[in-house]
T-cell receptor, first 112, second 117 residues
Framework: DSGVTQTPKHLITATGQRVTLRCSPR?????VYWYQQSLDQGLQFLIQ???????AKGNILERFSAQQFPDLHSELNLSSLELGDSALYFC???????????FGSGTRLTVV | AQKITQTQPGMFVQEKEAVTLDCTYD???????LFWYKQPSSGEMIFLIY??????QNATEGRYSLNFQKARKSANLVISASQLGDSAMYFC??????????????FGKGTTLSVSS
């Protein structure tokens, strides 16, 4: 167990729907990162939160949004889902600098 | 912008042999970190090894070592004495060094390693 908890592990939903992926970072970690892994795009950084504030944005679509709550858990919201959004979504956390990175086990999203 | 290039889509090795997985990077940052991760078929991302850009010695972690050549911008992973359990996808990644908040990792496309008996 890496200490980073992602739920659910698997999610199957229809096109046009909206889903929420949840991430609880390792205890004490202030930064949360979201990544998308798909066959055609590889592992892509989506967004980072640090202590409740958005810190950095990567290749995140406008249909996607995220937030980090006061207890430091984070949620990634994906709306108007398309077939191409099917992917493995990872959350990672770090206490401060990048060396302490820890990944969760991921949420596998299938859009049908 | 930072970029990682892994030119070997697949590598094949026999048990107990050593294997080198190539990684070159591009960055304009003076201070950065280089990472290698292993992703088995189960999907989780397993941290293997880290090298800071100012570290003078090559990083080692058990059977893993990182051959860091800063002038050539390469950070190859060497796995000694391969085991069947090493069969997986391997990703090289780079990040900026920012002590306050950390920064995102930029990943390469990965190399699939297959170890046979």
């Amino acid at each position: 167990d890496s200490g980073v908890t992602q739920t659910p592990k698997h999610l199957i939903t229809a096109t046009g729907q909206r889903v929420t992926l949840r991430c609880s970072p390792r205890s004490g970690d202030l930064s949360v990162y979201w990544y998308q892994q798909s066959l055609d795009q590889g592992l892509q950084f989506l967004i980072q939160y640090y202590n409740g504030e958005e810190r950095a944005k990567g290749n995140i679509l406008e249909r996607f949004s995220a937030q980090q709550f006061p207890d430091l858990h984070s949620e990634l919201n994906l709306s108007s889902l398309e077939l191409g959004d099917s992917a493995l979504y990872f959350c990672a956390s770090s206490i401060r600098d990048s060396y302490g990175y820890t990944f969760g086990s991921g949420t596998r999203l299938t859009v049908v | 912008a930072q970029k990682i290039t892994q030119t070997q889509p697949g590598m094949f090795v026999q048990e107990k042999e050593a294997v080198t997985l190539d990684c070159t990077y591009d960055t304009s940052d003076q201070s950065y970190g280089l990472f290698w991760y292993k992703q088995p078929s189960s999907g989780e991302m397993i941290f293997l090894i880290y090298q800071g850009s100012y570290d003078e010695q090559n990083a080692t972690e058990g059977r893993y070592s990182l051959n860091f050549q800063k002038a050539r911008k390469s950070a190859n992973l060497v796995i000694s004495a391969s085991q069947l359990g090493d069969s997986a996808m391997y990703f090289c990644a780079i990040s900026r060094e920012e002590k306050q908040a950390g920064t995102a990792l930029i990943f390469g496309k990965g190399t699939t390693l297959s170890v046979s008996s």
